[in-house]
């Protein structure tokens, strides 16, 4: 049980990254993975590999390769959702040289996911469905209920602090780091987990096709092309990243390696109808002013700002206009990691390490496709940044209405 | 009496208003009727075929109650919440300018898994039907928790814990750091879960379902029954509380989170985690185990469970120094809602003076050293209780109540 810091007199508002852990099309790794991906900007989407598309308005996604998920015995027991959870906070544990069992069993954990394990809920549900009571399987059952990735990453890793799992849809990577930082705050656990995740699967991708959430919506080409002209709905993707975040005393008392600090982590909800994105007036965005408050960092120190925008038109609209409120045209450069990695819920993991990378190197993702941007009162990142900024934004704005704001800083 | 006093006021968070709906009915008046009179609730389940099952009952919301819950549009669970939400926001005396900034967590389980149960029954008998997005959206215990925003208008942060069976008692844990922390002054925590097919073939599937009315800590104890409801507190900075002269119901003294490590599904013999837990909540109240007279366990009635909770209790209280009854055995299991319902039946507890019973406990397990409250209420003289839930996934959640009063 861990109670907190003695000496520490007011709770922590800071952390730092000392991992990262990706399970992602481009492959398995860690901070260098990510850094690679924003480096080389190439899209891992492409046409959908794993079940077939025939008959469907949209063929592409970004896949997970099979290739990618362990083959043990111990990885037999958990489905493809656990296994890439797992292997994600494995590989970010082992970045942040969290070894023993004895710093892993204070570590805490919360994973954002906006699905779910809905693959193994409907292998369930056909078991019954095709054979009756008799056709149930109690092993698949326990997977069903949303917190069994994290339980199982737990078991996997000894994690014995508090542990949490967040539903939420677009932004729950997002809201995984917040609330991170708020165990983080309020002394729970001198480290935590945050870990977004989300998959494909046949019968999700098939029903989001039917009622048209990805590209292509209407006319045009299937194509995730945020804040441009032509953007007609996000392509799906999948993956999990982890992040580990640390109090900085604890990082250092332990000689960790630091990647980057994350000065502030808000949240908050605009009351929106569900499933709805919401309407914002001027200036409604305590969210974002209270991470720039908390983070004491002025507008004009962000240099780069991560949007959860994924090619919804509505979603472009609303969050540059957001960007355009808050910062003014000459505001950070403003991109997205979609385009690249498709959109998923539990993505915003990934932001987070990217923005990382970003004030850590000055790697940043290029919108090379946006020849048609729909303001231009604010600036897109479709040239290599020259330095890294000293302060980078993630962004998150979901349908239901949450908001999420997190500066990540140069240590 | 310990050390509880060292905690300032200024750092209390406090319970300002109740709202629950429970197979009893809606209201938390009619649910504190029912717990305290010890009336058992469970019965035939009704609300899907049941047919082929080895357990057919449940503790289920009457139809007649449902209706006049909200409007055909909204999930059962958005039902369930809203009416809970509305109840607990009215007896707190919470006006709009309040609910601008504060915090809303909401825990579940399964969420609005009955209406897209609907849709893919449907779907599988007729592959050609279009998808309604209702249902699907409706899914995801998150949707309740935009529906509830959006109806009250909740602006401040926004989460949807889903910790199994410990859902909502986290949800109560987490807003009070947000208080406590100073992020917010005022949030709604809570949960809600509704009988699902889901639920109910995987709980018979993993033949933890008893046949007849739970039994929790019982010596024939065969298994769990299955409940439904949603119950809401209303969370508060003792200071805030002050300021606009709200109604104080009980003080949180203390929360503990804690992961077993250890099983997708049961806990370890020595129950590790959940002493953890308790410990930790005792130590963030600055309490004693000596300070809490009563628990209200997770005792849901399986074999494994109530063992390790016994084992646990005896751990950090010394067996017999307690007191403990599970009110699962009158309403069944809520899932996700379970932890905020037996957070309200602790807060009530602490006001009344009496303790509910554990039904069907004819013949008490003598290897769970504890009194566990058989079948009638019981007066008593109680300062603190706590409220413990264990999840799926090894989650362990203690709550500890104090009443008002006592730390004034």
Known sequence: MWLGDPMMTRPASRAVITGIGCVSPFGVGGYDLVAEVLKANVTAIQPLAGFPTAGLASCLGAEVPAACLPLTEEARRWSRLSQMTVLACRQAVAEAGLCSSAALGQVGLVVGSQFGDLRSTEAFSLGFLRKGPLGLSPLLFPSTVMNAMAGMTSIALGLKGPMLTLNQSGVAGELAVARAMALLRAGRAPAVIACGVDELFPLLYETLVQLRVPSPRGSGEEACRPFDRRHNGPILGEGATAVVLELPEHARARGAPTLAEVRSACWGGIPTRPGRFPILRDRQYPVLDQALTDAAVRPDDVGMAYLSSCGDPQHDAIELACMAATFGPNGPLLTSVTHLTGEYGGLGTFRVAAAAATVRQGISPRLDYLCQPIRTDVRFATQPVTQPPAVALVHGLARGGVHTAILVGRL | ?408
């Open chain 2, 1 to 408: 009496m310990s050390q509880r006093h060292v905690r300032d006021d200024e750092c209390r968070v406090v319970v300002t208003g109740l709202g629950v709906v429970s197979p009893y009915g809606r209201g938390s008046q009619v649910y504190w009727q029912g717990l305290s009179q010890g009336h058992c609730i469970l019965g035939p389940l009704r609300l899907f075929p049941t047919d082929g099952f080895r357990s057919r009952i449940a503790g289920e919301m009457s139809a007649a109650t449902v209706r006049a819950l909200g409007t055909a549009h909204q999930s059962r669970a958005t039902r369930f919440l809203l009416a809970a939400a509305q109840e607990a926001v009215c007896s707190a005396g919470l006006g709009p300018a309040e609910l601008t900034t504060a915090a809303v967590s909401i825990g579940g389980a399964g969420g609005g898994m009955l209406e897209a149960e609907d849709w893919y029954w449907a779907r599988y008998h007729q592959p050609q039907d279009t998808p309604k997005p209702v249902a699907l959206r409706s899914m995801l215990p998150t949707n309740q928790t935009d529906a509830l925003a959006f109806h009250l208008r909740i602006g401040g942060p926004r989460e949807s814990p889903v910790l199994a069976c410990s859902s909502s008692a986290a949800a109560i844990a987490t807003v009070a750091d947000l208080i406590e922390t100073g992020v917010v002054e005022v949030g709604l925590a809570g949960g809600v879960d509704t009988l699902t097919r889901l639920c109910f073939m995987g709980f018979n599937a993993l033949k933890l379902l008893d046949p007849q009315p739970c039994r929790p800590f019982a010596r024939d104890r065969r298994g769990m029954s299955l409940g439904e409801g949603a119950a809401v507190l209303v969370l508060e900075s003792w200071q805030h509380a002050v300021a606009r002269g709200a109604p104080m119901r009980a003080s949180v003294a203390g929360c503990g989170l804690s992961s077993d490590a250890f099983h997708p599904t049961a806990p370890p013999a020595d129950a590790e985690g959940a002493v953890r837990a308790m410990r930790e909540a005792l130590a963030r109240g600055h309490m004693t185990p000596a300070d809490i007279t009563y628990v209200n366990a997770h005792g849901t009635g399986t074999v494994q469970n109530d063992r390790a909770e016994a084992v646990a209790l005896a751990a950090v209280f010394g067996a017999g120094n307690v007191l403990v009854s599970s009110t699962k055995s009158l309403i069944g299991h809520a899932m996700g809602a379970a932890g905020a319902l037996e957070a309200v039946a602790t807060i009530l507890a602490l006001e009344t003076g009496l303790l509910p019973p554990t039904a069907n406990l004819w013949e008490p397990d003598p290897a769970i050293p504890f009194d566990c409250i058989p079948h009638t209420p019981r007066p008593a003289t109680l300062d603190c209780a706590m409220s413990n839930s264990f999840g799926f996934g090894g989650q362990n959640v203690s709550l500890i109540f104090l009443r008002p009063d006592v730390a004034g």
